[in-house]
């Protein structure tokens, strides 16, 4: 029997694997590698971060969604693969060997060589990232009651990106818990986001983006734009306005939390397999697999897909991965059923929708926009769809959000 070992069980692995087992019968076998033995929603973690919704409303078990005569889990972390031998290396279980391989194991915190981000600052990457956020932000607030250090009530988002965004828009929602824990008024709770771009959320048309950008001003959030991040120290970011020079001083913000969101890249393991990648995303074939190995699938954050006509890849995003892995399953299928395989991938985006905290969002889909709470409503709809469509009603009544009424 053939053997299919995917790699990651997120948005994309994990749609890989429920797809394939109602597609494939005894025509192959496949082992589903996983760090962890729970499924995390890396699109809600940043309200874990806030400590806004606990981390079981992000997380459920893979096992359920296994069928086990089909599928094997493996809860262990890749180390390597190695495309030309056809085997991937694991830290605590003897290698596999796979006929086919779809490698989904996501992204991690891109820190671009800045001084100190990588020692000094949280990433925001993984749900157990946004667990340490939010430990880290109630232990700043509670110090506080204790030496008064005005940095503890200061909180600094480095990178005013979607994820930057929706962290302040959270962050400020939080806002009374914090005081609280903190024993001062919420308005004595600072929040900072900063950015090297000029003009922020390129997602969104200019309109669309301001709008964006004012709800978060209205949140008491302060938002710095050609903020050239040069140093993290602890506790302190050092950033130069863009077009001030070299020989003038750096500006300086203290914070005693300082939380880094500038941008993604592909996992580790993709670099440390040899392939031909850059920040650790593989310019994939028409049928997502890499150019040098027609056996080696690489979908969700670590593939990058050029647009017909397109100069830059599309962005990674979970629904881009989704869409990615439904192919994988077909493309696969028709390969083990000796059909004829599916023409190339072709991804069709259904819009954009960014949450600004609990209620507020702005988003696009088709040709409307959206402003507010139905942004904010769209965006747990699209959740709880994703929910249905992985584990059916079941998974949906369990982890979806229904708090669409306010
Ligand atoms: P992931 O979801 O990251 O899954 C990777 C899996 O691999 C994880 O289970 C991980 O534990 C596992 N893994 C990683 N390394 C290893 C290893 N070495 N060994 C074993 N297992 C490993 N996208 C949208 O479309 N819409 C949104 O609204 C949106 N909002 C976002 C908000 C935030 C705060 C963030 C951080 C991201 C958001 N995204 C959004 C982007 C989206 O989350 C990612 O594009 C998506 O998660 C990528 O899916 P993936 O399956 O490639 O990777």
Same mark, same amino acid.
């Given at each position: 029997?053939? &053997?299919?070992?995917?790699?990651?069980?997120?948005?994309?692995?994990?749609?890989?694997? #429920?797809?394939?087992?109602?597609?494939?019968?005894?025509?192959?076998?496949?082992?589903?590698?996983?760090?962890?033995?729970?499924?995390? &929603?890396?699109?809600?973690?940043?309200?874990?971060?806030?400590? %806004?919704?606990?981390?079981?409303?992000?997380?459920? +078990?893979?096992?359920?969604?296994?069928?086990?005569? &089909?599928?094997?889990?493996?809860?262990?972390?890749?180390?390597?693969?190695?495309? +030309?031998?056809? #085997?991937?290396? !694991?830290?605590?279980?003897?290698?596999?060997?796979? =006929?086919?391989?779809?490698?989904?194991?996501?992204?991690?915190?891109?820190?671009?060589?800045?001084?100190?981000?990588?020692?000094?600052?949280?990433?925001? #990457? %993984?749900?157990?990232?946004?667990?340490?956020?939010?430990?880290?932000?109630?232990?700043?607030?509670?110090?506080? @009651?204790?030496?008064? %250090?005005? %940095?503890?009530?200061?909180?600094?988002?480095?990178?005013?990106?979607?994820?930057?965004?929706?962290?302040?828009?959270?962050?400020?929602?939080?806002?009374?818990?914090?005081?609280? !824990?903190?024993?001062?008024?919420?308005?004595?709770?600072?929040?900072?986001?900063?950015?090297?771009?000029?003009?922020? !959320?390129?997602?969104?048309? +200019?309109?669309?983006?301001?709008?964006?950008?004012?709800?978060?001003?209205?949140? =008491?959030?302060?938002?710095?734009? @050609?903020?050239?991040? @040069?140093?993290?120290?602890?506790?302190?970011?050092?950033?130069?306005?863009?077009?001030?020079?070299?020989? &003038?001083?750096?500006?300086?913000?203290?914070?005693? #939390?300082?939380?880094?969101?500038?941008?993604?890249?592909?996992?580790?393991?993709?670099?440390?397999?040899?392939?031909?990648?850059?920040?650790?995303?593989?310019?994939?074939?028409?049928?997502?697999?890499?150019?040098?190995?027609?056996?080696?699938?690489?979908?969700? =954050?670590?593939?990058?897909?050029?647009?017909?006509?397109?100069?830059?890849?599309?962005?990674?995003?979970?629904?881009?991965?989704?869409?990615?892995?439904?192919?994988?399953?077909? +493309?696969?299928?028709?390969?083990?059923?000796?059909?004829?395989?599916?023409?190339?991938?072709?991804?069709?985006?259904?819009?954009?929708?960014?949450?600004?905290? =609990?209620?507020?969002?702005?988003?696009?889909?088709?040709?409307?926009?959206?402003?507010?709470?139905?942004?904010?409503?769209?965006?747990?709809?699209?959740?709880?769809?994703?929910?249905?469509?992985?584990?059916?009603?079941?998974?949906?009544?369990?982890?979806?959000?229904?708090?669409?009424?306010?």
């Amino acid at each position: 029997m053939k &053997q299919i070992v995917v790699l990651g069980a997120g948005y994309a692995g994990l749609r890989t694997v #429920t797809q394939l087992q109602k597609k494939l019968k005894d025509q192959a076998h496949i082992t589903l590698v996983n760090r962890e033995p729970y499924h995390y &929603q890396a699109t809600m973690i940043h309200e874990v971060a806030a400590g %806004n919704i606990p981390t079981s409303k992000v997380t459920f +078990d893979i096992q359920p969604l296994l069928n086990p005569s &089909q599928t094997t889990l493996i809860v262990d972390t890749v180390i390597n693969v190695d495309p +030309d031998a056809r #085997t991937v290396q !694991l830290a605590n279980h003897d290698d596999l060997h796979y =006929d086919y391989c779809v490698l989904a194991v996501g992204f991690i915190s891109e820190t671009f060589g800045i001084k100190g981000a990588e020692e000094n600052s949280l990433p925001l #990457t %993984n749900v157990k990232q946004a667990e340490a956020i939010n430990q880290h932000i109630e232990e700043q607030m509670k110090a506080y @009651q204790k030496d008064h %250090n005005p %940095n503890d009530l200061k909180i600094v988002v480095c990178g005013a990106g979607f994820t930057g965004i929706e962290l302040v828009g959270e962050l400020a929602d939080a806002r009374p818990r914090y005081a609280k !824990l903190a024993g001062v008024n919420p308005e004595d709770i600072h929040i900072e986001v900063l950015d090297a771009a000029a003009r922020l !959320l390129p997602m969104f048309n +200019d309109k669309l983006a301001h709008y964006g950008i004012s709800l978060v001003k209205k949140l =008491d959030v302060t938002v710095t734009t @050609q903020a050239l991040i @040069q140093e993290i120290k602890p506790g302190v970011v050092l950033y130069r306005k863009a077009g001030e020079g070299d020989d &003038q001083p750096l500006h300086q913000i203290q914070a005693n #939390t300082i939380i880094w969101t500038t941008g993604v890249s592909g996992s580790s393991v993709i670099a440390k397999a040899g392939l031909k990648q850059r920040r650790g995303r593989v310019m994939v074939t028409g049928h997502l697999t890499d150019p040098d190995h027609d056996d080696l699938y690489l979908i969700g =954050d670590v593939a990058a897909v050029m647009p017909p006509q397109g100069k830059r890849p599309y962005p990674t995003t979970a629904q881009i991965a989704l869409s990615m892995a439904t192919f994988v399953a077909e +493309d696969l299928t028709a390969r083990l059923k000796q059909q004829q395989r599916p023409s190339n991938y072709v991804y069709h985006s259904q819009g954009t929708v960014a949450s600004v905290g =609990d209620t507020r969002g702005l988003g696009t889909t088709g040709s409307l926009s959206l402003k507010g709470y139905p942004a904010s409503a769209l965006k747990k709809i699209i959740v709880d769809k994703s929910l249905l469509e992985l584990g059916g009603m079941k998974l949906m009544m369990k982890k979806g959000r229904f708090d669409l009424y306010h």
